[in-house]
């Protein structure tokens, strides 16, 4: 049970792992992919934080990305941000 | 024939030049290979983002209110040439390259009764383009070290494209640059930059993607990301470039070395005859004067 999570930035892909959970603040609000979600696309708020969970109860590693666009497909969860870290 | 000393100095010039172009060919290898790095790691960003446009791109297009960047402004009157070179010569035919192909599509476009501009990036490119097509030149930007141009430089040229683009300075839009094939190959290549080239209709994405939840809507995510693929196929063309550039110069300073090595050779050979000929006469003036006594 793991969601495949990506996140690419136009440098260099940032991160390319299997997580648990990892929640999103989308433009509209923030929303929580797991293993199975539906097939979506967002925007991403400018300067927010990306909370990954790597296993169910662990405490979150949040990370700062700055613009951005999430799509969650069957493959898994992809980030595409102008900048991370 | 030269003399000894004018041919010692040759010789020795030539040497300190071997000597620069050598120093110049291991930069430009250890360059190569970060530039190299740099041009892949940025490969799945773009390729993402393009597979990303594309299959949004084929569901917005119908409606009439497609942004002005996926659509186009419905003619093709006026194109805007953005020529991708760089600062520094030095580097082989690699600019020339580049210029070469752009002059080339600016006279076919040119003889088909269209106007073209020029958007230069880099000095040489700028300089080139200069000499024969001085009145359409729109606007230069110097990128300096393209190894180290970030994604907010490349940011800045799309916002300032974007915005020609929208008050109708141009129709379409091509980018120039070279494509790093290999450290022996790179191919000048053209792309379309602006409105949004669409692949025909994938069949396969538009089939998954059908029960996809858009948040904002299609039109608001479009028009987030297509500002942002103009700056993202700039950077592309730069990182591409700086590879592209590093590998001709490469190959051109390893030429040149190789030319130095012969001349320095071909130099020796003529000073050691003029040596012996010198030598020669001495001896011949010596003997002379010894059988004259």
């Known amino acids: ?85 | 024939m030269a003399s000894l000393k004018a041919l010692k100095i040759r010789i020795n010039s030539v040497k300190s030049t071997q000597k620069i172009t050598k120093a110049m060919k291991m930069v430009a290898a250890a360059k190569l290979r970060r530039a190299q790095d740099a041009a892949e790691a940025s490969r799945p960003y773009a390729e993402r983002l393009e597979k990303v446009v594309s299959s949004i791109a084929s569901k917005v297009e119908r409606s009439p209110q497609a942004p002005k960047l996926l659509a186009g402004t419905g003619k093709d009157d006026v194109h805007l040439f953005v020529v991708c070179t760089s600062d520094k010569g030095l580097a082989g035919a690699f600019n020339t390259n580049i210029v070469r192909l752009a002059r080339r599509s600016a006279e076919e476009l040119k003889a088909a009764g269209k106007t073209v501009k020029f958007y230069t990036v880099g000095r040489k490119g700028r300089d080139q383009l200069n000499r024969t097509f001085r009145n359409d030149m729109v606007h230069g930007v110097e990128p300096g070290d393209l190894g180290k141009i970030g994604f907010d430089k490349v940011q800045e040229w799309a916002a300032d494209l974007t915005a020609r683009f929208e008050v109708g300075e141009f129709d379409v839009a091509h980018l120039f640059f070279s494509k790093f094939v290999s450290v022996l190959t790179q191919e000048p290549t053209q792309l379309q930059l602006m409105p949004v080239a669409v692949a025909a209709d994938g069949s396969g994405s538009a089939g998954a993607s059908a029960a996809v939840e858009y948040e904002p809507d299609e039109e608001e995510i479009l028009a987030d990301l297509l500002p942002r693929n103009v700056a993202v196929q700039l950077l592309r063309a730069q990182r591409e470039n700086a590879a592209s550039e590093q590998g001709s110069k490469m190959t051109a300073m390893d030429n040149a070395t190789r030319n130095a090595g012969d001349m320095i050779n071909r130099l020796t050979i003529q000073y050691n005859r003029t040596r012996q000929a010198a030598i020669t006469t001495e001896l011949v003036e010596i003997i002379a004067g010894a059988e004259a006594l």
Not at chain 1, 9 to 23: G, N
Not at chain 1, 66 to 77: H, W, Y
């Open chain 1, 1 to 85: 049970m793991a969601l495949h999570f990506e996140l690419v930035t136009p440098e260099r892909l940032v991160r390319s792992e299997d997580v648990y959970m990892v929640v999103v603040p989308g433009s509209e609000g923030d929303f929580g992919v797991l293993e199975g979600h539906m097939a979506a696309m967002s925007t991403i708020r400018s300067d927010a934080e990306l909370a990954i969970y790597a296993s169910a109860g662990a405490a979150p590693e949040m990370l700062k990305i700055t613009g951005g666009f999430a799509e969650v497909n069957e493959k898994g969860l992809t980030v595409l941000a102008e900048a991370a870290g």
